[in-house]
């Protein structure tokens, strides 16, 4: 079975400019996730769908990001225009239920350098 | 507040000894998880060890137990007969329950680098 994937591994563009990462989650799991590490800080929860919909985007940091899930399966993160501050690593996680008690399965991450 | 604290930023251990690394939480809910993942440093998370914060046994997991004291918010990783492969970045973290509506997002603490010395 297909873990969680994601594309790219690695951006680098520049200040101004947009980018579009994507998460294709594991089959049949209904909740996705997307979370950030900037260097040498934790990893911050910014969002989760729950199959199409948002459940939560209170981590978001700003307008200038934008997450989608069409159609309930993979979903898109995109930044623009990217600010410096944005580089870190963008992790999605997606997981079948939603308890307290319920694993979630990581992808790599998508490393985004912001120059 | 929910919040992971995670004290150590790094730690050395020596293959096949044992290593501790700290994690203290703070929450106010009575029911929540709290979980343990790996970092190598190829970048994938991965999943280690769960444990409930109604379980009143330590959860294990092959040479990964959870030393979880409730009382002092404490869910310490034990990894025993470290091994080089167990080199990584570790990030404690904690969902809280859906009960009451509460989002179940898991907050992190900010991690500890192992590293195993042979």
């Known amino acids: 079975e297909a873990g969680v994937t994601q594309f790219p591994s690695h951006s680098v563009i520049e200040k101004g400019q947009t980018v579009t990462l994507r998460c294709d989650p594991i089959?049949?799991?209904?909740?996705l996730y997307w979370y950030r590490r900037v260097m040498g800080k934790e990893i911050k929860f910014l969002l989760h769908?729950?199959?199409?919909?948002?459940?939560?985007e209170s981590g978001m940091p700003n307008n200038r990001f934008l997450a989608e899930r069409t159609g309930g399966t993979y979903s898109t993160l995109k930044v623009q225009p990217a600010e410096l501050e944005d580089s870190g690593v963008y992790f999605c996680a997606s997981s079948q239920g939603a308890g307290a008690n319920t694993e979630a399965f990581f992808g790599q991450g998508t490393r985004l350098t912001v120059v | 507040a929910q919040k992971i604290t995670q004290t150590q930023p790094g730690m050395f251990v020596q293959e096949k000894e044992a290593v501790t690394l700290d994690c203290t939480y703070d929450t106010s809910d009575q029911s929540y998880g709290l979980f343990w993942y790996k970092q190598p440093s190829s970048g994938e998370m991965i999943f280690l060890i769960y444990?409930?914060?109604?379980?009143?046994q330590n959860a294990t997991e092959g040479r990964y137990s959870l030393n979880f004291q409730k009382a002092r918010k404490s869910a310490n990783l034990v990894i025993s007969a470290s091994q080089l492969g167990d080199s990584a970045m570790y990030f404690c973290a904690m969902r809280p329950s859906l009960w009451g509506g509460a989002t179940n997002k898991l907050i992190f603490g900010t991690g500890t680098l192992l590293a195993v010395q042979p």
């Open positions: 769908f729950v199959k199409e919909s948002k459940q939560d």
């Open positions: 089959s049949g799991h209904d909740n």
């Open positions: 444990q409930g914060s109604y379980d009143e």
